[in-house]
């Protein structure tokens, strides 16, 4: 009995250090679990669809005009890294946009939330402007 209530009470100080985990990963100022979609920036033509999404623990992911796609964050509050995307591999004609989505994406290094917007900028005049979702 003492077993049980002992294993009970570690899950739930695990289950609560790993929400504070997500809380602490996610930037300040953008929601979490929010699909973002590109509407503006620096790039052009600007690729679509193309998609962001933040996760708890740092998991950031989305949608490339062809490819699933996913890496870790590395950074706190509005410093934001991707060094190492991954993605799918589907074929499709938009793939030049597609690598110059991710370019972009690796080279970002600050994260923040204007109105409904999320804004990631980096050196060299890097903008990505994405607005949030609507259902």
């Not at 009995?1 to 009470?9: D, E, H, P, R, V």
């Not at 946009?97 to 939330?113: K, P, R």
Request: glycine share 12%; net charge negative; hydrophobic share 45%.
């Amino acid at each position: 009995m003492k077993t049980l209530t002992i294993s009970a009470l570690l899950v739930a100080a695990l289950t609560g250090l790993a929400a504070c985990d997500r809380a602490a990963d996610a930037p300040a100022d953008a929601p979490a679990a929010t699909d973002w979609h590109l509407i503006g920036g620096s790039l052009r033509p600007l690729p679509a669809p193309a998609t962001l999404r933040l996760e708890g623990g740092g998991q950031v992911g989305g949608q490339g005009p062809c490819n699933r796609w996913f890496a870790q964050r590395e950074g706190q509050g509005r410093a934001f890294r991707l060094p190492q995307i991954g993605a799918t591999e589907m074929a499709c004609p938009a793939l030049p946009q597609e690598a110059a989505y991710f370019a972009a994406l690796s080279g970002v290094t600050a994260i923040e939330q204007r109105d409904d917007r999320l804004i990631l900028t980096g050196p060299g005049g890097i903008v990505l402007e994405f607005a949030a979702e609507t259902r």
